[in-house]
């Protein structure tokens, strides 16, 4: 499976980021809305948490998209959106389907599963993202808005931290 379409997002939240979180008459703390989309999609792998387009209240009725010319031909970004689908794919509690047909999903970029939509499932995790990245969002202010996200994502970081420090000894690390 390879992502090869449009990404289209309904989540009302990805206008809103691409006029403040994209532009440089508002907070301008991300160049392109893309980059806005890989942070939600990782924020929503992380956490293995999907709001697909049935479940958003108010869809936009135009979505907002980013085009496959630019997650194809910018090596950084189709290489990084391929890596976040594979990695989805394999760990996902959300799909139910068993590890082979996970694998060839992942790794075969002509295998196709006409029930899974690789654009479709990678923006389900990225509109559980940007709701995470708005909820985190208090002020009006770039500084403070960077200085809140950093908060957000250190705070990811050491519950991970913490988990890993509580239930790993040193028995199962020399094991």
């Not at 440089?24 to 387009?53: H, M, P, Q, W």
């Not at 085009?67 to 794919?89: K, P, S, V, Y």
């Not at 991970?160 to 000894?169: A, D, G, M, P, V």
Request: aromatic share 10%.
């Amino acid at each position: 499976m390879q992502l090869s379409s449009d990404l289209e997002m309904y989540h009302p939240l990805w206008e809103r980021a691409d006029n403040e979180l994209c532009s440089t008459s508002e907070l301008g703390i991300f160049n392109r809305l893309v980059d806005v989309y890989v942070l939600a999609c990782a924020i929503g792998i992380k956490e293995d948490k999907v709001i697909s387009n049935d479940e958003i209240a108010n869809p936009l009725s135009s979505p907002k998209t980013i085009g496959r010319n630019t997650h194809r031909e910018n090596l950084d970004i189709r290489d990084l959106l391929d890596f976040m689908l594979q990695n989805a794919l394999l760990n996902t509690a959300t799909l139910n389907i068993d590890e082979d047909e996970r694998l060839k999903l992942a790794f075969n970029p002509d295998y196709v599963n006409k029930k899974i939509n690789a654009a479709n499932f990678l923006s389900g995790f990225a509109n559980y993202g940007i709701t995470k990245i708005y909820e985190n969002i208090k002020s009006n202010s770039s500084l403070i808005v960077e200085s809140e996200l950093y908060g957000y994502f250190e705070e990811m970081a050491n519950v991970q931290y913490e988990y890993i420090l509580k239930n790993i000894t040193l028995e199962d690390i020399h094991d």
